[in-house]
């Protein structure tokens, strides 16, 4: 069983930054592929950005490639969302999940990010 705990949400102007972390319990983190999901109001929940296991592929979403950056930790057990030149349209809750053999098995509680324009 993995627990994740993400972090780093709040109020940010547009073209601002914040960063995102996802701390997760469990002694086989590193052996899991990552992502981050997001969901606004009246929305479907949507990817934005994944991780192999090894971190060495990453994938995005094309409305935020260029601007968002995920990494990990796996010393740490934590994986990261970097989010420079937020816009408005950024605005959702964010969700922290992972999982293995293609499948995203466990998610966090996810944290609000707000980008005022």
């Known amino acids: 069983q993995v627990q994740l705990v993400e972090s780093g949400g709040g109020l940010v102007q547009a073209g601002g930054s914040l960063r995102l972390s996802c701390a997760a319990s469990?002694?086989?983190?590193?052996?899991?592929?990552m992502g981050w999901f997001r969901q606004a109001p009246g929305k479907e929940r949507e990817f934005v950005a994944g991780i192999s296991w090894s971190g060495g592929r990453t994938y995005y979403a094309d409305s935020v490639k260029g601007r968002f950056t995920i990494s990990r930790d796996n010393a740490k057990n934590t994986v990261y969302l970097q989010m420079n030149s937020l816009k408005p349209e950024d605005t959702a809750v964010y969700y922290c999940?992972?999982?293995?053999?293609?499948?995203?098995?466990?998610w966090g509680q996810g944290t609000q990010v707000t980008v005022s324009s």
């Open positions: 999940t992972g999982g293995v053999g293609g499948t995203y098995d466990y």
């Open positions: 469990g002694r086989t983190f590193s052996s899991y592929a």
